[in-house]
């Protein structure tokens, strides 16, 4: 450790030293003679080593008082490690000369030394710390997810203005049932499927003229007894002609093609084979569509009637007015003629195979 003190410092520790061991051996030496004061020559002496010791000390005072303050550093160790002080550039020999030595300069060397340019910031990394982007102030609502919406029921077609007239509208069979379809939203296919099934393909070969006879209010009173029964004016089950027909009773009271004579006669007749009491069930809703008197004699207002009660009896219907599924028609079908099955086929089938026959 002395090693890395200063030269003059070492000295004059050593003659301190020096002069504590002296001290403490006359001390010593006058305790073993037994003597209680030191002599002449001992007090001499000390008086020597104690301007000796003032001397040096005073001496290495001025030693010390010539180190600059930058070198004291080295010397004294570091209270704080964990601060790294920046390193003081190493005095040059001039500066450790005491200024009283000749020939020895007191002061550095007035040439100056070479400056290096260091810089502040690495070449490898940004100059400027980029920022943080905003924060938004306040928390933003969470968008709405849209409910589904239904499905849109398709726009109904408006119906066109109340029948006053005797004579309905159209001219044939085709053109009757597609208006019937168009103002009671039922599928036409449906309508010329159950027209085969009940009355057949008689209705196709009558011209204009004819089909404009049996399609007029009234008709029957005036027609005789071969129209009458052609145009299906009488009780199909007992064959029996209505007491209104005047003109054809007079012939004969009853047409010879009577289906169940013996049974209990419902009064069906017509183009779709419609009852009495199923006429009476739709007089109230069909006002809307015909203003005066309505009968199933007449073909137009056959086919008014079956479609109201065909709607009736098909519960759920399909969006569409001019398409059924197969199940719909079948349902419809059983319940008009009262079965599916019976002696000669399947009625419900047969529906539905004129049904896709004409739905083209």
């Known amino acids: 450790m002395l090693s890395s003190i200063h030269p003059r410092i070492r000295i004059g520790i050593v003659l301190i030293c020096a002069f504590l061991m002296s001290g403490l051996l006359i001390k010593y030496t006058s305790k073993e003679a037994g003597l209680g004061t030191p002599s002449i020559e001992v007090k001499t002496m000390m008086s020597d080593l104690s301007t000796s010791a003032s001397n040096s000390s005073t001496s290495i005072l001025a030693s010390i008082e010539s180190f600059k303050l930058p070198s004291l550093i080295h010397i004294i160790p570091s209270l704080t490690p964990t601060i790294n002080p920046p390193q003081a550039q190493e005095p040059t020999p001039q500066e450790w000369a005491p200024t009283d030595v000749p020939g020895v300069p007191s002061s550095p060397s007035t040439q100056p030394e070479p400056t290096t340019n260091i810089p502040t910031n690495s070449p490898d990394y940004p100059t400027i710390k980029p920022t943080h982007p905003t924060l938004p102030t306040t928390k933003p609502n969470p968008t709405k997810i849209p409910k589904p919406t239904k499905t849109p029921k398709p726009t109904a077609t408006p119906a066109p203005p109340p029948i006053t007239s005797d004579v309905r509208p159209g001219t044939s ?64 089950q007992s064959g029996i002609i209505p007491s209104d027909s005047t003109v054809a009773i007079q012939t004969g009271p009853t047409c010879n093609n009577g289906v169940q004579p013996g049974a209990y006669d419902q009064k069906i007749m017509g183009l779709f084979q419609i009852g009495e009491d199923e006429q009476n069930s739709a007089s109230t809703k069909i006002k809307a569509v015909i203003s005066g008197k309505v009968d199933r004699r007449v073909l137009f ?27 719909t028609v079948q349902t419809v079908a059983e319940k008009h003629y009262g079965a599916c099955a019976y002696s000669g086929g399947n009625y419900c089938n047969e529906v539905w195979n004129y049904y896709q026959q004409y739905n083209r």
């Open 301 to 327: 207002d056959d086919a008014v009637i079956f479609s109201l009660i065909s709607i009736s009896r098909a519960g759920d219907l399909p969006q569409t007015c001019t398409d059924w599924p197969k199940n």
């Open 173 to 236: 069979i085709d053109a009757i049932l597609h208006d019937v379809a168009n103002r009671m939203c039922i599928p036409y296919a449906f309508l010329m499927a159950e027209r085969m099934e009940e009355s057949g393909a008689w209705f196709n070969n009558l011209s204009g003229t004819e089909t404009t006879y049996y399609n007029t209010y009234g008709w029957w009173q005036n027609a005789d007894h071969g129209e009458v029964c052609a145009g299906l004016a009488y009780y199909t």
